[in-house]
């Protein structure tokens, strides 16, 4: 059920969108607190990632259907 505030409307997002926005946000940690060699991604550039995971989560949570 969409959270309504006047016309604008907030709704979960779907598990798939979740579950990439989980796994980005995972390995950007990974990457940056562990070390670990990512492919892709260096410890550099693992702000990076994790924005790009907040990103995908907004619009999960902004747009129905996705």
């Known amino acids: ?18 579950a990439i926005a989980l796994v980005l946000a995972l390995v950007a940690m990974l990457a940056h607190y562990m070390h670990a060699s990512v492919p892709l991604l260096s410890a550099a550039h693992a702000f990076d990632a994790l924005a790009i995971a907040f990103v995908v989560l907004t619009i999960g ?3 129905r259907g996705v």
Request: proline share 14%; charged share 10%; hydrophobic share 50%.
């Open 1 to 18: 059920m969409p959270y309504r505030r006047g016309s604008f409307a907030l709704t979960p997002p779907s598990f798939v969108i979740f």
């Open 61 to 63: 949570v902004l747009f």
